[in-house]
């Protein structure tokens, strides 16, 4: 049958009238339709196989993104509108699911995405969490958590009929197998999303997010991340890191015994990619499943080191794992003796105890196990690499300097220009033909139109439209009324100090009191949030309130409130930036300079038009070298002064508040009468202590500069010919960060999978 009539089929033997069918109703028979034409597609084959492991799949909902792949939005569009509604009507009723939360698992889903557009023969193995991070509810104020169901009787979730057991000290747990299939772009391929769960998944708690985090049994897969602030939270982590490599590494066995592969040589046919270091429990599971089957443990050694892969996303301590052996021995005390052994091989090559896998208080450094036991480390931004070689990892990079490398992070540009910003990507293939598609460098053809009055026109004009997009969803789906004919300036991305939305906040308080001052602006401003902030990071989670009870003061603040307004979405997730994207004007990217890894949110607005507001960290970096520094907005300082700062312990924030009345006058607002009438002293009060006290993050150093840079891009923003101009070289560069062009440099350099052939 066609597509369409699959559609219809599904509908008529559920005895439901098309033109009278729900959106759920529709969004169900489009998934029916696709799965079908997923089953028909080929299958990536050959000598050597990708298992990707990753913690997180942030994938997004898949209707809008498998129809493009698949090449059917047309048709589904032009079925949907015969029967008087709409794709974008349709796919609101599709479940977003709930397998991440930040950048690192949206990568993997990007990733993914290439894999499989590449025809490279590859998969991703992961766990089927059924209530995500959580759902984030601000309405009394404060970040609340909710369970975030998403599994559905209709899913694109398929129950392969397999299982593995995981051995556990507690008693064995089935590992349950479910695949979501991932087409390729237009090329007839489809790889697969490989999710363990457990055989029994206990419902969603009644109240909040908390659980039995000691029913390993139902619990495993319930929650990403399960809080670990207390002994239970900690061991679940290892538990569910365990569950994964396990029954991963199972299944990699099962897939070479299949394709009569010699597990002797099994390097020769595999590549392990470890996504930072939660799946970092494959190197010593793998060896341990390949001696069950027979092969020498110096053979098991040699063939893991040869196939795994690490890719290193942060140089922050508190991502950084390690866990205590006793910890891994009240899991899983099978991997023991295995890591034990493994650091004796490690201790073989390198005397300096900083080096070791297990240190002198016996916690295990998964990072420097996958270092020693990994063929190739890489780094996700040229100066994130570089700061691992020359400081951070510098004693492993001078024992393996050719196993360090740069693979700077990209975006696909099917779900990130295609799919959540289609007047663009027409106007684009308008200009310069279809060819990008394929191959983004060629959006760099644009600047051969960046004197086309007609063309820059439609630019504008678009920006314009996914403006009133957003303002239309925002209010539809959360109440929130935008003045539509603001600048929007956008920071969206995880909580965290290190990204620095309190240095955003400092800057909205700065300008209500400007404003105050009857300073007027030239056009009003619209500064929104997204962001959702770790169940136990307290500060994080006051800095939420903070931006919460500034929204609230801005808001009742009659003289204020026509030129400024602050918003924080509620519930960031991949739905949301796909309408947050495409209309924004400016890109916050303001993490401290060296701490963040590289960023792909600076990707994606590069790409949908927003102009660059932020440091020179992470891919930023590249962005600058690539757009030049007259078309982004660059304040800050140096990676290299941080890093100095903290070698020297020279940073004192107090010494900023008694010598600058300005950031005194901003620092003390956060808890003056006016902010406390709204808010609670105890949060803003341990906001104002972290930065008076201890500001690890640098935010004062920095406010004079970004205020006066931010205001800057905001005057230049009225010249409307010049900042066209500058939008336009911003997406005719953003072609790079294509993930495609990230994977084909994995596969050239790290896993090398040969041509594969694809089977109908």
Same mark, same amino acid.
């Given at each position: ?21 729900? +959106? ?5 028979? %489009? ?8 089953? /028909? ?6 000598s ?21 792949n ?7 569009? !032009? ?7 709409s ?16 950048? &690192?698992?949206?990568?993997? +889903? ?28 601000l ?9 975030n ?14 299982? *593995? ?11 349950k ?19 363990? !769960? ?8 009644? @109240?909040?997010?908390? *659980?039995?985090k ?13 809080d !670990? ?5 900690? &061991? ?18 099962a897939?070479?015994?299949? /394709? ?48 795994c ?15 205590? $052996? ?15 052994? %493994? ?6 090559r390198?005397?300096?105890? +900083? ?26 931004a ?64 644009? %600047? #051969? ?27 539809k ?21 290190? #990204? ?28 929104? *949030? ?9 500060l ?5 309130? $903070?931006?919460?009870? &500034? ?42 300079? @060296? ?23 992470? +891919?930023?970096?590249e ?13 800050? #300082? ?38 406390l ?14 930065? &008076? ?10 406010? /004079? ?8 891009c905001?005057?230049? *923003? ?34 090398h ?8």
């Open positions: 049958m066609t597509f369409e009539e699959n559609v219809r089929e599904y509908l008529h033997t559920r005895s439901i009238e098309p033109t009278s069918a729900s +959106a759920h109703d529709l969004m169900c028979a %489009l998934m029916s339709a696709l799965c079908s034409e997923q089953d /028909a597609a080929g299958a990536t084959r050959g050597r196989k990708l298992y990707y492991f990753s913690a997180e799949f942030l994938i997004g909902r898949l209707l809008r993104a498998n129809l493009i698949l090449d059917l939005l047309d048709r589904a569009q !032009d079925l949907l509108q015969s029967w008087g509604t794709l974008s009507e349709v796919e609101d009723a599709e479940p977003e699911p709930s397998l991440g939360n930040g950048g &690192l698992g949206r990568l993997a +889903a990007c990733f993914m995405d290439s894999i499989a557009s590449l025809g490279l023969n590859g998969c991703g193995v992961g766990l089927n969490y059924h209530y995500g991070l959580f759902h984030q509810n309405s009394e104020g404060y970040q609340q958590e909710e369970p169901p998403w599994i559905e009787d209709t899913s694109w979730l398929r129950d392969e009929h397999t299982t *593995f057991t995981v051995p556990f000290a507690c008693g064995d747990v089935v590992a197998l479910y695949d979501i299939e991932l087409p390729g772009y237009h090329n007839g391929v489809v790889n697969r999303l490989h999710l363990f !769960d457990v055989e029994n998944p206990a419902p969603a708690p009644t @109240s909040g997010i908390s *659980f039995d000691n029913d390993i049994q139902h619990c495993l897969t319930s929650f990403l991340y399960p !670990d602030s207390d002994e239970a939270g900690r &061991l679940l982590r290892v538990y569910q890191e365990y569950f994964m490599v396990c029954a991963g590494a199972q299944l990699i066995i897939d070479a015994q299949q /394709a009569g592969w010699q597990l002797d040589r099994l390097d020769d046919h595999i590549a392990v990619h470890i996504n930072d270091t939660h799946p970092s429990m494959i190197i010593p599971e793998l060896v341990r499943q390949l001696t069950l089957h027979g092969v020498s443990q110096d053979r098991a050694c040699e063939i893991v080191e040869n196939a892969a690490y890719t290193n996303h942060t140089i922050l301590s508190e991502a950084l794992e390690t866990w205590n $052996m006793s910890s891994i021995e009240r899991v899983a005390p099978q991997l023991v003796d295995v890591i034990t052994n %493994l650091d004796e091989r490690a201790k073989a390198t005397s300096d105890p +900083a080096l070791a896998i297990i240190d002198r208080d016996n916690r295990v450094h998964m990072a420097h196990m996958d270092v020693h036991f990994s063929r190739s480390v890489n780094g996700v040229k100066l994130h690499t570089d700061i691992l070689k020359n400081s951070e990892m510098n004693g492993f990079y001078n024992i393996y300097p050719d196993k360090f490398n740069n693979k700077t992070n990209g975006i696909t540009f099917r779900r990130w220009l295609m799919g959540c910003n289609p007047m663009l990507a027409a106007a684009i293939s308008d200009a310069i033909g279809e060819s990008w598609k394929d191959d983004a460098s060629h959006l760099i053809d644009l %600047l #051969k139109h960046i004197d086309d009055a007609a063309f820059r026109q439609k630019l504008d004009s678009i920006k314009a439209q996914n403006k009133h997009r957003l303002a239309d969803w925002l209010q789906t959360q109440g929130i009324t935008l003045n539509r004919d603001a600048i929007f300036d956008v920071q969206i991305k995880r909580l965290h100090q290190y #990204k620095r939305q309190q240095l955003n906040a400092m800057y909205a308080m700065w300008k209500y009191l400007d404003i105050k001052k009857g300073h007027i602006p030239a056009r009003p401003l619209v500064m929104i *949030f997204a962001a959702k902030a770790a169940p136990a990071y307290t994080a989670k006051d800095i939420i309130h $903070m931006l919460l009870c &500034l929204s609230k003061l801005i808001e009742q603040d009659e003289q204020v409130r026509p030129y400024l307004q602050l918003v924080m979405v509620e519930n960031y997730n991949v739905t949301a930036a796909e309408h947050l994207i495409p209309a924004a004007n400016i890109s916050e990217q303001i993490s401290l300079a @060296s701490k963040e890894a590289s960023g792909t949110g600076n990707m994606k607005m590069m790409a949908n038009g927003a102009l660059t507001l932020g440091t020179m960290d992470g +891919a930023n970096v962005i600058v070298n690539l757009v030049g520094k007259d078309n982004a907005y660059i304040f800050g #300082k140096t990676s290299q002064e941080v890093i100095d700062a903290y070698k020297n312990e020279s940073y004192h924030p107090w010494d900023y508040w008694k010598s600058d009345a300005m950031i005194r006058e901003l620092i003390d607002f956060i808890i003056s009468p006016s902010m009438a709204i808010g609670s002293s105890e949060s803003l009060g341990r906001v104002y202590q972290d930065l &008076l006290s201890h500001d690890w993050f640098m935010t004062l150093p920095d406010v /004079a500069d970004y205020i006066s840079t931010k205001e800057r905001l005057a230049d *923003f009225e010249n409307r010919d010049a900042w066209i101009t500058k939008t336009i070289i911003n997406i005719a560069h953003s072609g790079y960060f294509s993930s495609d062009r990230t994977i084909s440099e994995y596969n050239r350099d790290i896993w999978l040969d041509a594969t052939t694809h089977e109908a």
